[in-house]
């Protein structure tokens, strides 16, 4: 069974930043992608980040391209969203989320991750 466990949230100022984390357990956590998603109260969840199963492939979204960086430590089975000049506008439940399998799929599709966390609450004031 696999699990996903975010911590990291908070309050923070406009401006400041936050590093969030999602453990993994249950299966070999080097093997596959992980993403981050975030969901606004009445948004749907949008894709933020992926990491490939090495540290060097990565995507973002535009919104949030420069500002946040996406890593992972195998050795922890544990993947990272440092989080920089955040803005109001960031404020979200943030999720990660894992495929079931390795197959091709979109980097930024909710549909491509089968896992997901419970997420947790950033909150950025102005």
């Known amino acids: 069974q696999v699990q996903l466990v975010e911590s990291g949230g908070g309050l923070v100022q406009a401006g400041g930043s936050l590093r969030l984390s999602c453990a993994a357990s249950?299966?070999?956590?080097?093997?596959?992608?992980m993403a981050w998603f975030r969901q606004s109260p009445g948004k749907e969840r949008e894709f933020v980040a992926r990491?490939?199963?090495?540290?060097?492939?990565?995507y973002y979204a535009n919104s949030v391209k420069g500002r946040f960086t996406i890593s992972r430590d195998s050795a922890k089975n544990t993947a990272y969203l440092q989080m920089n000049s955040l803005k109001p506008e960031d404020t979200a439940v943030y999720y990660c989320?894992?495929?079931?399998?390795?197959?091709?799929?979109?980097?930024?599709?909710?549909?491509?991750?089968?896992?997901w966390g419970q997420g947790t609450q950033v909150t950025v004031s102005s």
């Open positions: 990491i490939g199963r090495s540290n060097t492939t990565t």
């Open positions: 989320g894992a495929p079931d399998s390795l197959r091709p799929a979109p980097v930024d599709a909710l549909s491509s991750y089968d896992y």
């Open positions: 249950g299966r070999t956590f080097s093997m596959y992608a």
